[in-house]
């Protein structure tokens, strides 16, 4: 069953994960992400073309890897 996200809930998503020590990331873009997710007062909030650009970046660097 899927879930509908809203960016609060993105948002305390990232927030938990990057502020979690014990989780090692995959690569930097993943934690850059991360991390800008955790951060909407420094990156700003996210919208529905920052989300879309986004799952582009990730989609991409899969295929690239």
């Known amino acids: 069953m899927l879930r509908e996200l809203n960016k609060k809930g993105v ?5 938990n ?3 979690n ?6 690569s930097d873009l993943v934690r850059d992400l ?7 007062e420094i990156n700003g909030e996210l919208s529905d ?3 879309l650009q ?3 970046i990730l989609k991409s ?5």
């Open 11 to 15: 948002e305390d998503w990232a927030e």
């Open 17 to 19: 994960n990057d502020a």
């Open 21 to 26: 020590d014990s989780i090692e990331f995959s």
């Open 34 to 40: 991360v991390f800008e997710l955790s951060s909407p």
């Open 49 to 51: 073309e920052r989300a």
């Open 54 to 56: 986004l799952i582009e």
């Open 61 to 65: 660097n899969r295929l690239s890897a």
